[in-house]
C-alpha cells in the first residue's frame, strides 16, 4: 500500500477527497454604518462588516474563488416581530443590492439566511407566546408560537429575493417553514430562487462564538424545543424527508465535526446538493490550539474540511475559506 504514498505526485494522482475554494461559502455579519470593521473577540480574523467594508471582502473572497457567501444582518434596532428581518431596507438587504452592483462579485453565489433571532429583542427564533401570569422568563410559562412565525419567515425569504439573494436559507427550524417560504417565493414571481434548508440543525454548545458575532444570544430560555436533540440521528432524516417534500433545493447540515455521521447518512440517503456548516465553535476551538501551539494550523484546518468533504459534503460553510483557499492555491 506505501507504493502510492512515496511522493507528493504520486498521493495527488490517488487522491480519493479533494477540496477546492469553490467547494468553500464565506459567512459574512453586516452591520449599519460605513467603514466598520470590528474583529469578534471570540473568533480571529471574523468582522462585523459595514455594507461597504462587506463588499470589499466580497470582492477578496471572489478574486480566491471562492464558490459564495452566507449573509448575516445585525440590524440598528430590534422588536418582538423581527421587522428588521423583512424591512426593505433590511442590512442585509442593503447588502445584497452593494454586492450584486459590483462586478468583481459576479462569480459568488449569496446565500442569505432566513431566521429571525437576530432581529427579535429577546433572540428566539420566532414569536414568543407567554403562557402564564410569571412572565417570558419564566421557561414553563412560554413556547415559541410555530405558526404565528412562519408568515414572518416567508416574508423575510421574499424579501431577502427581492434584493437580491441567489439562495434563501431558512435556519429557524420551525416545522412547515419551507412550504410556506416555497408558497411565498412563488406568488412574488420568485419561483427560480432555490431554499437551501437547515434541514437538521442542532441545538449545540458549538454556537456560541456565533452568538456574540450576530447578538442573537436568547435572552431567555434556550432553544432545545426547536433546534433538534443532539442524539438522534433518524429523526435527522425524518426532517430531511419532511423539508425536501415540502419544496426545498438544497439542505445544509449544522454543525459539521461533531455530527459527520449524521452528514453521511444524508449522504447515503440522498441524491441532493448537501452543504455543511463548519459553526463559529469549530472554528475558535481550532484557533485557541493554533494560539498555543498545539496544533499546525494549515494542517490542521485543511484536515477539518476534508473530514466534512469525505464525510459527503458537497460544499462548506467555514470561517476558515478564504484561508483555506490561499492554503489550496
Known amino acids: 500500500m506505501r507504493r502510492l504514498r512515496r511522493t507528493e505526485a504520486l498521493r495527488s494522482l490517488v487522491r480519493e477527497t479533494r477540496l477546492h475554494p469553490g467547494a468553500l461559502v464565506y459567512p459574512l455579519f453586516l452591520c449599519p454604518g460605513e467603514g466598520i470593521r470590528k474583529e469578534i473577540g471570540s473568533m480571529p480574523g471574523v468582522f462585523n462588516l459595514s455594507v461597504d467594508e462587506a463588499v470589499k471582502e466580497a470582492e477578496e473572497c471572489a478574486a480566491l474563488g471562492l464558490g459564495g457567501l452566507l449573509l448575516f444582518g445585525l440590524p440598528a434596532e430590534k422588536d418582538v416581530f423581527a421587522t428588521g428581518a423583512y424591512a426593505e431596507q433590511g442590512i442585509v438587504q442593503q447588502g ?17 439566511d432566513v ?9 428566539h427564533c420566532g414569536i414568543v407566546v407567554n403562557d402564564g401570569a410569571r412572565g417570558p422568563q419564566d421557561p414553563d410559562h412560554y ?7 412562519l408568515p414572518l419567515l416567508a416574508r423575510t425569504a421574499v424579501s431577502l429575493a427581492q434584493a437580491g439573494a441567489d439562495i434563501v436559507a431558512p435556519s429557524d427550524m420551525m416545522d412547515g417553514r419551507v412550504e410556506a417560504i416555497r408558497a411565498a417565493l412563488d406568488a412574488a414571481a420568485l419561483a427560480d430562487t432555490p431554499i437551501l434548508s437547515y434541514a437538521s440543525k442542532f441545538a449545540s454548545a458549538f454556537y456560541g462564538p456565533f452568538r456574540e458575532a450576530a447578538d442573537s444570544a436568547p435572552q431567555f430560555g434556550d432553544r432545545r424545543s426547536y433546534q433538534m436533540d443532539g ?3 433518524r429523526e435527522a432524516m425524518r426532517e430531511i424527508d419532511l423539508d425536501l417534500a415540502e419544496g426545498a433545493d438544497m439542505v445544509l447540515m449544522k454543525p459539521a465535526m461533531p455530527y459527520l455521521d449524521v452528514i453521511r447518512a444524508a449522504r447515503e440517503r440522498y441524491d441532493l446538493p448537501l452543504g455543511a456548516y463548519q459553526v463559529s465553535g469549530e472554528y475558535s476551538m481550532l484557533h485557541a490550539a ?3 501551539g498545539w496544533l499546525e494550523p494549515e494542517r490542521a484546518m485543511l484536515e477539518s474540511l476534508v473530514s466534512i468533504r469525505r464525510a459527503g459534503a458537497d460544499f462548506i460553510v467555514t470561517y476558515f475559506a478564504k484561508d483555506a483557499a490561499r492554503a489550496l492555491g
Open 143 to 149: 413556547h415559541i408560537d410555530n405558526d404565528a412565525t
Open 290 to 292: 493554533f494560539a498555543r
Open 96 to 112: 445584497l443590492r452593494a454586492l450584486k452592483a459590483s462586478r468583481a462579485c459576479d462569480s459568488l453565489v449569496t446565500i442569505a
Open 231 to 233: 442524539a438522534n440521528i
Open 115 to 123: 431566521c429571525l433571532c437576530e432581529y427579535t429583542s429577546h433572540g
